[in-house]
């Protein structure tokens, strides 16, 4: 049974670019979170998506959007590049909204 | 605001010595806890959680406790072995709501010496 999938691995962009990230959630999973791990700090919640509504938005700029789509996949946005956008960015599934989540191996976001 | 604050920052033992791990959270309505055991360059993965039903948890070496009114947490790890050394968060939850979010601490650097 495959995990919960993240593309790509690693990913360069440059100040002021837009970059995409993507997860493919464990089957059966409708609930999707993204969060950002900075070198050394716990995950930031950025998002929560559950059957394709926003459920939950954590405290970052309105440069980071994010959807879900029909298949409970997700994608993670994030338009005009800093460097401090630069970490690890985490993808998490659940059954349902209030259960136990797993995550993904993550996305490294290095911002040049 | 919602804060999780985790106890020590570091913590090196000596193998087969027990680590203890300490977070307080804020949130009097967060009611689940879980404990992540990341390595590095890796996933957090999900090693134990506890439910505010519940005041203690054990599973082998592995055992985690909860003081609701103190709103603090702790996870235990007897017999320690090198294979343990890792960094670990801990996070809480309001779940039965309308989402699951974590709130995590800022995670203990285990060092397990052989």
């Known amino acids: 049974d495959a995990g919960v999938t993240q593309s790509p691995t690693h990913l360069i962009k440059t100040r002021g670019q837009q970059v995409t990230l993507r997860c493919s959630p464990i089957?059966?999973?409708?609930?999707v979170s993204w969060y950002q791990q900075v070198l050394g700090q716990g995950p930031q919640f950025i998002f929560q998506?559950?059957?394709?509504?926003?459920?939950g938005r954590g405290n970052f700029p309105d440069r980071f959007s994010a959807r879900q789509f029909p298949n409970y996949s997700s994608e993670l946005n994030v338009n005009a590049l800093l460097l401090g956008d630069s970490a690890l960015y985490l993808c998490?599934?659940?059954?349902?909204?209030?259960?136990?989540?797993?995550f993904g191996q993550g996305t490294r976001l290095t911002v040049v | 605001g919602e804060n999780v604050e985790q106890h020590p920052s570091t913590l090196s033992v000596q193998e087969g010595d027990s680590a203890v791990i300490k977070c307080t959270y804020s949130?009097?309505?967060?009611?689940?806890f879980p404990w992540y055991k990341q390595e590095l360059g890796k996933r957090p993965q999900l090693i134990i959680d506890?439910?505010?039903?519940?005041g203690e948890k054990k599973d082998q070496r592995i055992a985690v406790t909860l003081n609701k009114t103190a709103k603090h947490f702790s996870l235990h790890i007897t017999e320690t072995q090198p294979e343990d050394s890792a960094v670990y968060f801990c996070?809480?939850?309001?779940?039965?709501?309308?989402?699951?979010?974590?709130?995590f601490g800022t995670g203990t650097l285990l060092a397990v010496q052989p």
């Open positions: 998490a599934t659940a059954g349902f909204v209030n259960t136990e989540a797993f």
């Open positions: 089957s059966g999973h409708k609930s």
């Open positions: 998506y559950y059957e394709k509504e926003e459920r």
């Open positions: 949130d009097s309505a967060s009611n689940y």
């Open positions: 506890i439910r505010s039903n519940v």
């Open positions: 996070a809480a939850s309001i779940t039965g709501g309308a989402t699951n979010k974590l709130i």
